[in-house]
Every structure is written in structure tokens, then in C-alpha cells.
């Protein structure tokens, strides 16, 4: 039976990932020209918060100039997620929870922390 | 705003393309620019370059997933140091003084410059696994341009671990890939030829990264309308990098740019004195 090659697959993510952030980033810089915003910066005081202030409670330009860097952030963690399914895949148990545990961690720092 | 954008892009691509050749990564670049051209608050700086280090480090490790460059079961098992590292850095980040930041930032900055001076490529190593390498079967071999294979054993992966953490802790705390801290824990300490040492760190540096940059976003240190421009600019620098990289012989350049960044290591501890 052929190997899969999951390096591929994981390449894959990150340029889908990359490249989708780059061009809501360019559509971003293009709106935020001329609405002369240099950005209030807002405290949060959870992810819940900011998803609530941004996206719940009113649309804005600034709910959608986050967005590429809400996807850009979420590329590393479904790099990571799909790790456990090839690790899962090639039976490599003792990866499956080493990767398990990042996922841990990185769940804990955007939920929790 | 425009002439803001567009200057600010024009930066952050000749930020973008200094770092991939040197192969420090445009974060540790685009830092002082925010700090001393745009006046930008040192903690917002450091918030727009951690969103350009996701960018070009992804896009980097997605080349070197192709080429298999790249030790995968190293990447992750380290992860796990470098995660914890960025969360504790990103955490102190909210309560240390900023003056301090520009002293630590200095004195990576200086680091940064002794291997892209000095290092040497070295193709094989001739170490046996330790016992954590052996248990989570981490050595590999890579095929290198000359279409040679060389084989690689791991060993002082405890200490890879520590030398990690340190990695992501200064990422966490100073919004950069810390590839230089990576590259000592894999290459130094754990023997792994500088090759795969380099791209397993661009891999790693995407989720390091992560970690910390949704607590920056909590905390309300990355100014969207800032790190877009800065994002895209780096990330477009680092694609011409690398292809200017194919054709030029860089060791000048890697001396000039040493003494610029020596110099502005000197800027950013006369700013942390407030003498500047």
C-alpha cells in the first residue's frame, strides 16, 4: 500500500491559511483607508469578550480588519489539530498525545488564560 | 492614512526581505522601526509583529514540508516547551515595566547577530539518541541539495526542552519567532544538523506564536489597522527574500546588517536609559 504523504496535506493548511489571510489583509488595508482609523485599542477581558464586542454586539470596520488575523492565528492550531488525525492515521500512539498536549496547551491559552 | 499605510508597507517589506536573508525573520526588524519612526508604544509594536511571524514562518514551513526538510515529530515534541515558554512570556508582558523590554530586546538582538556571523553548516553529526530520542523514535535523515542523504541521531533532548521553553518565553515576551533560541536548543544542544534545524524551527515558530498571540489580542496589544499593513509587508518581503537569496552571495551583506542591528541593539538600551 502507497504511504500518504501527510507533509503535503499539512503544507497545504499552512498555504491555504497564509495566502487567505493575506488577501483579507490587502481587502483590510483597502477599507480602513479612508476611514482615517488609526485603531481605538480595546482591552478584553476573555476571548468570549472580544468575540462579543466584535462580532455580537455591532459590526464595524474593525470587526472585519480582525478577521485575517483571526484566521492567520487559527492556521497553526488546525496544523496542529490535523497532526493528531496523521499521527492517528500512521498509529503512532505516543504522538497522538504528545500533539494532544499542545492542542491542550493552546486551547488553554486562548479559552483560559 | 495613506501615506501611513503606504510607507509603513514599503518598511515592512524591506523588513521583510533583510530578515529572510539574514534568516532572522522581519519581527526582530520591524520592531524598532514601529518603535523609532512611528512612535508606536513598545507593547503595540511587539503585538503587530508577532501577526507577521505566524505569516512568514507558516508560509516558510510549507516550502520545507514540501522538500521534507523538516523533523515533524521533533517540531511537535518541543512544541510543547516553546507553547508554555510563549504563554508565561505573553503573560509577564502585561505586568512587566516597558523599560525592561527594551533591555531584553537589546540583548536578543545582539544574540541574534553571533550565528548569522559565525555558524557553520554542518551536514552530519556523529551523536547517539538518548534515551527520549530513541523512546520517541526522533532521529531522521534529510535529503540535501546535492541530493545526498544524510542520517541524524538526537541526543541532550532534556536540555533541547529547557533551551525551548527559553525559545518560547522570549517569543511570548518580545513578539518574535526567537528562531536564533530555537536554533541554539536543536543545533547546539541536540546535535541536529543546522538544515533541519532551521526549518524545524520556521514550523515551530507558527504555533509558539499562536500561544502568546491570542493573549496579546486579549490584552488589547495588537492594533489591527497596524499589524495588517505590517503583516502583509513582511510576509511579501520574506517571498522576495528568499528568491533574492537564490542569487546573492550574502556574507557583506550579513556584516553590514550586523552592525546596523548592533546599532540599534545600542538605540534600544539608550531608550531603555532615557537617553534617547
Do not use: C, W
Not at chain 1, 9 to 17: A, E, M, T, V, W
Not at chain 2, 200 to 212: D, H, K, P, R
Amino acid at each position: 500500500m502507497k504511504k500518504i504523504d501527510y507533509n503535503k496535506y499539512i503544507s497545504y493548511i499552512l498555504r491555504i491559511g497564509v495566502g487567505l489571510s493575506f488577501i483579507l489583509a490587502i481587502i483590510g488595508i483597502f477599507l480602513s483607508l479612508n476611514s482615517n482609523k488609526t485603531g481605538k485599542i480595546y482591552k478584553y477581558t476573555s476571548i468570549y469578550n472580544f468575540i462579543y464586542i466584535n462580532y455580537m454586539k455591532h459590526l464595524s470596520l474593525t470587526s472585519f480588519v480582525f478577521i485575517p488575523i483571526i484566521v492567520l492565528i487559527l492556521t497553526p492550531l488546525l496544523r496542529v489539530i490535523f497532526s493528531i488525525f496523521m499521527f492517528k492515521q500512521e498509529k503512532n500512539i505516543q504522538f497522538v498525545f504528545i500533539t494532544s498536549f499542545v492542542l491542550i496547551i493552546l486551547l488553554i491559552s486562548i479559552f483560559i488564560i | 492614512m495613506l501615506t501611513f499605510y503606504i510607507s509603513l508597507i514599503i518598511l515592512a517589506i524591506v523588513a521583510g526581505i533583510i530578515g529572510s536573508l539574514l534568516g532572522i525573520g522581519g519581527g526582530i526588524i520591524i520592531i524598532p522601526i514601529l518603535i523609532f519612526l512611528y512612535h508606536i508604544n513598545i507593547k503595540e509594536a511587539i503585538g503587530a509583529s508577532i501577526i507577521s511571524v505566524i505569516a512568514t514562518s507558516s508560509g516558510a514551513a510549507s516550502v520545507y514540508l514540501k522538500d521534507k526538510l523538516i523533523n515533524l515529530k521533533t517540531g511537535m515534541f518541543l512544541e510543547i516547551a516553546t507553547t508554555t515558554g510563549a504563554i508565561s512570556g505573553a503573560t509577564l508582558l502585561g505586568i512587566i515595566n516597558p523599560i525592561a523590554l527594551f533591555y531584553i530586546f537589546a540583548v536578543v538582538l545582539i544574540l541574534s547577530i553571533y550565528p548569522m556571523l559565525f555558524k557553520k553548516e554542518d551536514k552530519e553529526k556523529k551523536v547517539k539518541n538518548d534515551y527520549l530520542a530513541e523512546k520517541l523514535e526522533l532521529s531522521s535523515s534529510y535529503i540535501d541539495n546535492d541530493g545526498v542523504e544524510y542520517k541524524y541521531n538526537i541526543n541532550n533532548t532534556p536540555y533541547g526542552l529547557i533551551m525551548m521553553y527559553i525559545a518560547g518565553f522570549a517569543s511570548g515576551l518580545l513578539g518574535i519567532g526567537s528562531g536564533v533560541f530555537k536554533v541554539i536548543a536543536m543545533d547546539n544542544i541536540m546535535n541536529i544538523p543546522m538544515k533541519v534545524s532551521t526549518t524545524t524551527s520556521n514550523f515551530m515558530i507558527g504555533v509558539t506564536a499562536l500561544a502568546s498571540s491570542v493573549i496579546y489580542l486579549i490584552k488589547g496589544y495588537i492594533n489591527p489597522y497596524l499589524a495588517l499593513p505590517v503583516m502583509a509587508g513582511i510576509f511579501l518581503g520574506s517571498l522576495i527574500g528568499t528568491k533574492l537569496l537564490r542569487r546573492t552571495s550574502n556574507n557583506r551583506l550579513k556584516i553590514i546588517f550586523s552592525i546596523i542591528l548592533f546599532i540599534i541593539a545600542i538605540e534600544m538600551i539608550l531608550r531603555g536609559a532615557g537617553l534617547l
